[in-house]
Every structure is written in structure tokens, then in C-alpha cells.
């Protein structure tokens, strides 16, 4: 697969199949108008997509490390564990920095860092201990769970309540009446798309994932690359944790419960291929989206006995796939 | 002369005891090992529960120096079922206080225990057999509904409308919320709706959020744990409505008791399912070597309504939860 191919290909018009999720989305959207006067209020608007911030800034994240071939299980666990320590750590600095902006930065700061170097481990246990992607971070996966549980004593960290009220508009509050979280990730996903369709960390990845043999041939830093997408996948993992906290304030053993799969499946339901070699950004985001309005419609409108939500769920992704692959074929 | 001796040991023992000087007969006899198997601490009730066994283990030794205890936490079944195979091979345990993480895979195993003649302690969770063990400690999960809807029937006018947040779908969840219907049944109160959170402050904060969006008016929640209600709480405060309803939580962690102590206008009452059950089998358990006080049979702890009167009985700062 070489540069000038792609860069043709992305170019061309977006092809049915690539069509198939966004299809979806627009037909849950307007099945939500449909059932609940208030789906499309914006106050419901601003509350899906807030609460779609954190496993889409992961998701995009996720979107390189599986289009360069790779797997990270260890995100939800990576989520709670970052959340715990940055308030632990904000609650230490408090008598020292009183509560203001430098607190708040300190405390992204470091969130920020410890996403960096979880990252980096799962990376280099990948590139350089040579173990396979599944095996690492689902190990890492039930580190970080139970370092989480352990700085917890088994029961939640909460952020100081004064500092919490300091922070807390970094999730409720935003510019021109549009959350943060909202913004954030929003800019998250432009980047992703770029990156993933205008530079040459994008192409490699996709290059990686299609055939690495081939891409190293073609004197492409493999691991290198590799490496990278676990660094910027646990960065976004920290960008995510920074809205998440404000937003109730605490962290516990149950933070970040199944974010990896769902942030794998919004991947996947994007049309990006689960063995890698073809990466789509905006498909991801649009999955992400797809998932958080199956949720809002089921609580909205009382459609099925609750029980049965998981099912719906699991028809749904499996149908928005369903499309993609079969327009594919056609 | 045989009997006389026998009788003034007794007096002895029994005025030593009573005058608090020193632990009861019994307690002076042979060594004795308590095996506890719990599940580990995966979210804040268990994390509250881990505690208080810990601590009163801790209490338990210090007071009868001949009681000694094996504590293991199972994250899983299976790992559960290892734990207790293992105090019976290597421990040789007296006794098993065990909270089933399931009541199915971990009934064989507890009876092989109670065949090998030891005692039995069965807490919160019954095994699917009836009769292995020697005593059973559980709360109240009936009550636990039951004291919330009377709360809400007393406090509410017919035709009051309220929203519900359920947990994880299981039998202990279907018989709370049975009995809370059956408590607010004819009282006119109107459930719009009972969708899961799951026991999950982040799917109570959204599941939250939509009943906000969807019902323009809702004089109460039920939230039936408290780490829904605080979920439900952050959500109420993002939309502004906190003077229209009222929240009740459930179980009494200490941040919520807190809370109805300071009289919180959102927060009126909460409703005990307390962690430190673990705690009473423990104790129970530990009298059955150290006296002889009948302590066979089922001890159900009920449950009652925390209030800003009588919240400060119900507060441990120390604990986790």
C-alpha cells in the first residue's frame, strides 16, 4: 500500500459502505425525534454528547493502535486508575497551593504524565518485550484496576469538596453555550481525522497494520510508529480522565467499567478493520455517537423491559456493521 | 470432693467473667481457626464490608487470645472455591464464615466443609441448598424496600410522581423493588419509570439525566443505593431542579449519613443495609468457641430508616464506605 494510493483514495468520494454507519446514526436520530418530544431539546443534545466525550477521545486514540495492528484493553482500568491518582494527588497539593488554576493545572499535569507513561508501558511491552498486544494490556488492564481499588481501600476517592466546586465547570460549563467536554473532544476528532488521513503517521499506520513485513521494508520505523500510538492513545486516555473528574468528583475500583470494549466496538461500528491496515476517524466518531444515542433512546422511551436494553444494544452494532460490510461487497 | 472442685472452678470463672476481668472459660480452652472467605473489594459496599471484617478480626483477637482467623477475598468464584479448599487442606480451619459470591458453584463446596463437621457461618447470600449451614446472617432485603416506599407514602400526596433506579438485574434487586411497589400500592404515588443504574455512579448520573429531559415534573427519586444517589444528586444540580425533588440512597455510606446529619433538605432520610453485616457473623461466630451461648439458627439484621435524628448511630468516618 503505497503513500499515492491512499492519498487518492481519500480523496474520492466516500463509497456506500462507508456510508452504512452514518445511515445508522441518522436513522436513530430520527427514531429518537420520533419517540420523545424532548430528544432533540438541547439540553438532551448537550447531555449525549458530553457523556460521548470521554470513550470518544479514547476511541480516536484507539483508532491508531488498531489500525497499526494493535490492541489496548487497559484503557477503562488506565481511566480510573489516572482519575485516582490525580485526586489524590490534588488533595495533597491543596494545603500547599490553595484552590485556584495552578492546582487544577498541577493536577492535569499530572494526569497527563501518568497517561504518557501507561502508554509507554503498554508500548514498549509491545514493541520491545515482543508480546502480543491482547496479552499486555490485559495484563496492565487488571493492574491498573487493582492499583485503583488499593489507593481506594476498596471504596471511592473523592476530590476535596471546595477544589471539586472550583473544577467542577471544566465538565458543566463551556464557550458560547457549548460544553468543554464537547469542544474538546470535537477538537480531538479534527485532529484524529488529520492525522490519520494528511500526514505520514497516519499513512504508516495504516502501512503497519496492512502488512508490517512490507512496511519495515519500505524503512518504516515500525516499532517506532507502534510505540507511538500507545503514547498518544494513553495521552487521550488522560485528556479524558481531565472531563471526567470534574464531572462527579470521585474514583473508584468501578471507574471506566467496559470503556475499552465500548471504545473498541465505536472503533469497529466506525468501519475501521479490527486486524488493522485501514483506519477511519470521523466512522469512530460517528460509532461512539451511535452507541451513547442507543442508551439515551432506551432511557428515553419505554420501548422494552429494561432487561432487555443489552439486547438491543448488541442488535444494534451488530446491524450497523452488518450494513457497512454488506453495501462493501455489493 | 471431684464435684466441689468442678463447682468452685465454675464460680470462679463465672465471677471472673462477670466482673469483666478476664475472657470467659471456654475461651482459656484450645486454639481455635476461623476461616473467612469474602469477596474482594470491587466497589464500595464490599470495600465497606472488607473493612469491617478487617477490623473486627482484628478486635475479635485481641479479645480472645485463643481465636485465631484466615481471611481470603475472591475476586471470582472460582478463586472463592480455591480459597476455601485451601483452609480446609492447609489451615484446618474450626470454622467458615463465608458471603457466597454466587449461591450455585459455591454450595458443594461449603457442604464439604459442614461434612468434614465443622461449623458454618453463611452470610447475606443463602446457598441453594437449605440446611448446611449452622447459622445464617443476612439483611433484609424485603425490609430494605419496604422501609423506603413507607417513607415515600407518608411523605408524598396521591398522585405525587417519582422515577426509581434499579441495580444490577438480579433477585436481590427484584425483591426490593417488589416490596417498594407493594409499599406505595393505592398511595396514588406514580412510578413514571425504574430503568437500571446498575449500583454505577456514572449510569445513575445519565440514566439520571435522561428522566430529567424526558419528565418535566418528579417529586422524588429513589435510588436505592447510595452510590446511585450520588450519581442521581450531580445530575439534579447540572439541570438546576434541586428544590423540586427529594433523593433517598440506600445501604448508608458514611459521605450521604453525613449529609442527613447536617439535615440536607435534598438528602431527608436513607434507608441501612450496612456493610458491617459481616461484622455480627463474626462475632456470633466467635461466641459459639468462646462460651457457650446458642447461637445456631438465623439472625436477619433489619432495615431501618437513617434520620438527622438518630444519623449519628449510623456514621463510621474511619470506614471506606
Known amino acids: 500500500m503505497s503513500d499515492a494510493a491512499l492519498r487518492t483514495a481519500s480523496f474520492r468520494l466516500p463509497g456506500l459502505s462507508a456510508l452504512g454507519p452514518l445511515l445508522a446514526l441518522i436513522l436513530l436520530v430520527v427514531l429518537g425525534a420520533f419517540l420523545n418530544d424532548n430528544f432533540l431539546s438541547a439540553g438532551n443534545v448537550t447531555n449525549v454528547l458530553a457523556r460521548s466525550a470521554f470513550i470518544g477521545m479514547i476511541a480516536v486514540g484507539m483508532t491508531f493502535v488498531i489500525t497499526s495492528g494493535g490492541l489496548d484493553l487497559s484503557v477503562g482500568s488506565m481511566a480510573a486508575f489516572i482519575a485516582g491518582v490525580m485526586i489524590l494527588a490534588m488533595n495533597a497539593l491543596l494545603p500547599a497551593m490553595g484552590v485556584g488554576v495552578p492546582l487544577i493545572l498541577a493536577g492535569m499535569a499530572i494526569a497527563l504524565a501518568i497517561g504518557l507513561l501507561a502508554g509507554l508501558t503498554n508500548g514498549l511491552l509491545v514493541t520491545q518485550a515482543r508480546i502480543e498486544p491482547f496479552i499486555v494490556t490485559l495484563g496492565t488492564m487488571g493492574i491498573f484496576r487493582s492499583l485503583v481499588t488499593w489507593l481506594a481501600d476498596g471504596g471511592t476517592i473523592s476530590l476535596d469538596f471546595a477544589v471539586r466546586q472550583f473544577y467542577r465547570p471544566v465538565y458543566y460549563s463551556g464557550l458560547f453555550g457549548v460544553a468543554w467536554p464537547i469542544l474538546v473532544f470535537a477538537l480531538v476528532a479534527v485532529a484524529g481525522q488529520i492525522a490519520m488521513r494528511h500526514t505520514r503517521f497516519g499513512r504508516y499506520c495504516e502501512a503497519i497494520g496492512s502488512n508490517d513485513r512490507v512496511a519495515r521494508y519500505s524503512a518504516v520505523s515500525v516499532d517506532r510508529v507502534r510505540l507511538m500510538t500507545y503514547v498518544l492513545l494513553g495521552l487521550l486516555v488522560g485528556l479524558a480522565t481531565i472531563m471526567y473528574v470534574p464531572r462527579l468528583g470521585s474514583a473508584s475500583g468501578s471507574t471506566g467499567m467496559l470503556w475499552e470494549l465500548e471504545a473498541i466496538a465505536a472503533v469497529i461500528i466506525g468501519g475501521t478493520a479490527l486486524k488493522g491496515g485501514y483506519g477511519r476517524v470521523w466512522g469512530t466518531v460517528v460509532g461512539v455517537l451511535i452507541l451513547s444515542l442507543i442508551d439515551n433512546i432506551l432511557n428515553l422511551a419505554d420501548l422494552v423491559s429494561p432487561y432487555l436494553n443489552g439486547a438491543i444494544q448488541g442488535v444494534i452494532i451488530v446491524l450497523a456493521v452488518v450494513l457497512q460490510r454488506g453495501k462493501s461487497s455489493a | ?321
Do not use: C
Not at chain 2, 415534573?217 to 425533588?245: H, P, T
Open chain 2, 1 to 321: 470432693m471431684e464435684r466441689r472442685t468442678f463447682l468452685a472452678t465454675t464460680a470462679l470463672a463465672a465471677a471472673a467473667a462477670a466482673a469483666g476481668l478476664s475472657v470467659p472459660a471456654a475461651a482459656q480452652g484450645k486454639k481455635v481457626t476461623i476461616g473467612v472467605s469474602i469477596p474482594s473489594a470491587t466497589h464500595g459496599f464490599m470495600g465497606g464490608l472488607n473493612w469491617h471484617a478487617q477490623e473486627t478480626i482484628k478486635r475479635l483477637k485481641a479479645t480472645y487470645p485463643n481465636l485465631d482467623f484466615v481471611l481470603a477475598t475472591a475476586g471470582a468464584v472460582g478463586k472463592q472455591v480455591n480459597d476455601i479448599e485451601d483452609m480446609m487442606a492447609t489451615r484446618n480451619i474450626d470454622a467458615l464464615v463465608v458471603l457466597p459470591f454466587e449461591s450455585e458453584p459455591l454450595t458443594s463446596p461449603v457442604k464439604a466443609v459442614k461434612d468434614a463437621g465443622k461449623w458454618v457461618t453463611v452470610v447475606d447470600r443463602g446457598l441453594s441448598q437449605a440446611g448446611i449451614e449452622d447459622l445464617y446472617v443476612a439483611g433484609d432485603n424485603t425490609a430494605f424496600g419496604r422501609v423506603a416506599g413507607e417513607y415515600f407514602r407518608a411523605n408524598l400526596k396521591s398522585g405525587a410522581k417519582i422515577v426509581v433506579l434499579r441495580g444490577i438485574p438480579t433477585t436481590l434487586d427484584n425483591e426490593r423493588v417488589d416490596a417498594f411497589r407493594k409499599a406505595i400500592d393505592g398511595s396514588g404515588i406514580e412510578i413514571l419509570d425504574a430503568q437500571h443504574g446498575n449500583w454505577n455512579r456514572d449510569k445513575a448520573f445519565s440514566v439520571m439525566q435522561d428522566y430529567l429531559s424526558k419528565h418535566k415534573k418528579i417529586d422524588a427519586v429513589w435510588a436505592a443505593d447510595d452510590d446511585m444517589a450520588i450519581g442521581v444528586l450531580e445530575a439534579i444540580a447540572q439541570s438546576g431542579r434541586q428544590k423540586e425533588m427529594w433523593v433517598v440512597g440506600g445501604a448508608g455510606m458514611k459521605e450521604i449519613v453525613k449529609r442527613i446529619m447536617d439535615k440536607d433538605p435534598q438528602l431527608p432520610v436513607d434507608v441501612t443495609y450496612p456493610p458491617a453485616l459481616i461484622s455480627t457473623a463474626l462475632e456470633i461466630t466467635a461466641l459459639r468457641f468462646v462460651s457457650d451461648t446458642p447461637v445456631y439458627g438465623r439472625f436477619i439484621i433489619g432495615s431501618t430508616l437513617i434520620t438527622p435524628d438518630n444519623a449519628k448511630q449510623f456514621y463510621f468516618p474511619d470506614s471506606p464506605f
